[in-house]
Nanobody, 124 residues
């Protein structure tokens, strides 16, 4: 059974950092891309960053380039999102998602399983 479990969210001040983790089980981890998405109240869910199954290819939304870093440890079935220089506009529920294929397509429609999300609040 596919399971994705996010952790690491919380309250952080602007300019601070958080690392999100996505622990996966129930599928051959390195055969699938994994993405991080976020959704703020009243906003559409959007792709933040995605990573391919095993070749290290990554995607970042323009809004987070240079600040966020996605990585995966296939031996641990875990994907991480290191978030630095956080801004209030980064506040959202962050979701981990499994893609249909090894190569990523970093859109909501390109994912077939979702975690429950973890809340990131960036505020003074």
């Amino acid at each position: 059974q596919v399971q994705l479990a996010e952790s690491g969210g919380g309250l952080v001040q602007p300019g601070g950092s958080l690392r999100l983790s996505c622990a996966a089980s129930g599928f051959t981890f390195d055969h699938y891309s994994i993405g991080w998405f976020r959704q703020a109240p009243g906003k559409e869910r959007e792709g933040v960053s995605c990573i391919s199954g095993s070749d290290g290819s990554t995607y970042y939304a323009d809004s987070v380039k240079g600040r966020f870093t996605i990585s995966r440890d296939n031996a641990k079935n875990t994907v991480y999102l290191q978030m630095n220089s956080l801004k209030p506009e980064d506040t959202a529920v962050y979701y981990c998602a499994k893609g249909f294929y090894k190569e990523y397509y970093c859109s909501v429609s390109g994912q077939d399983f979702w975690g429950k999300g973890t809340l990131v609040t960036v505020s003074s």
